[in-house]
């Protein structure tokens, strides 16, 4: 008796989240970047949204929602309700903060679900023309030969390009100082000036000031060479002792509330890699230093996965905290 009574109400529930499923969306989509207008996350995502509101037939609107390196609009996403009309344009930012702030106020293994990759970009090495280095290779042997007097600097701790010239110190025996900005333009100024020696970037950051001479790119840290510095040789080419296979990319993807219906992830998942395969997205992103990329949502969890490991492993190596 009692199946009998649940059953119709187990086969309303599933018809209507199938009626759901088909109809979705029905209402604008949101991304919300959990930063400032002007990244990395800003020069995706801007020309990303009206390509998936045509492809939607909705409109999909950005969000900036900023704060606490990011932590606040993660958070937003993270409790919003599992329904695919809030999404998080992410980045690296996301796995490493969990890591140096006490109470980030989300879990980025239980919170999300992963829709897609966006964009990568890979570090770009620099450092001021006055540095007596041609090369990484030389650069290295300098550190050694100085220790403790160069340093380096980067967009604040924590960040991508923070970690990434930690692990590289590490695996490379030497002893750079960091010297902390606040965001990437105040670096590029600061490596300008000569404050610091080295700056682990991303290649918007810095591209004018490789051109016209004022830095010199000695290495970027991506597994191959960058299109748009063709001449400059990976990290892992440097041949470098210690460092070995040493790779980084910064990526942005989109992640959505965890326990949002396959089949919405799945709708979502077809508009964006559609969007990002759109030739003329690929060529203004490209022509800013962004590498359009769109992975399965499998592969999309096992690098956050595989990130997480990481770079935990390396701000506990280094005692890295937020307050």
């Known amino acids: 008796m009692l199946i009998r009574m649940l059953l119709p109400c187990a086969i309303a529930i599933a018809f209507s989240a199938l009626a759901n499923a088909q109809d979705f969306p029905a209402k604008p989509i949101h991304i919300v970047i959990p930063y400032a207008p002007g990244g990395g996350s800003d020069i995706l995502a801007r020309p990303l949204a009206p390509d998936m509101s045509d492809r939607l037939k909705q409109a999909v609107v950005i969000d900036n929602k900023t704060g606490a390196a990011g932590n606040i609009g993660t958070q937003l996403v993270a409790r919003a309700e599992a329904d695919g009309y809030t999404l998080l344009m992410a980045n690296n930012s996301q796995v490493i903060n969990p890591f140096i702030y006490r109470s980030p106020g989300y879990d980025m293994a239980a919170d999300f679900a992963p829709i897609s990759l966006v964009g990568t970009s890979p570090v770009i090495v620099v450092v001021h023309k006055s540095v007596p280095a ?19 600097g980067s967009p604040g701790v924590g960040t991508p390009g923070h970690l990434a010239s930690l ?3 590490k695996l490379a025996g030497i002893n750079l100082v960091h010297v902390a900005y606040k965001g990437s333009g105040p670096t590029t100024m600061a490596l300008l000036q ?32 960058f299109s748009s ?13 210690g460092v070995g296979e040493f790779s980084m990319d910064i990526w942005w993807g989109l992640l959505a509330s965890a326990k949002t219906d396959p089949r919405l992830l799945d709708k979502l998942h077809a508009a964006v890699t559609a969007a990002v395969r759109d030739p003329k997205l690929r060529e203004r992103w490209l022509a800013q230093g962004m590498v359009p990329t769109t992975t399965s949502r499998a592969e999309f969890q096992a690098l ?12 506990r190596d280094n005692s890295i905290t937020v307050e």
């Open 167 to 169: 692990l590289f110190n």
């Open 134 to 152: 041609a090369t990484l290779k030389e650069f290295v042997a300098l550190a050694q030969n100085n220790p403790g007097k160069l340093n380096f």
């Open 304 to 315: 956050i996965k595989s990130d997480l490991l990481k770079w935990e492993k390396v701000v």
């Open 194 to 225: 000569k404050e610091v020696d080295v700056f682990f970037a991303t290649p918007a950051a810095v591209e004018p000031y490789i051109k016209s001479g004022d830095f010199r790119a000695l290495a970027v840290t991506s597994k191959e060479r």
């Open 229 to 241: 510095f063709p001449t400059v040789p990976t990290v892992a080419e440097s041949a470098i002792a």
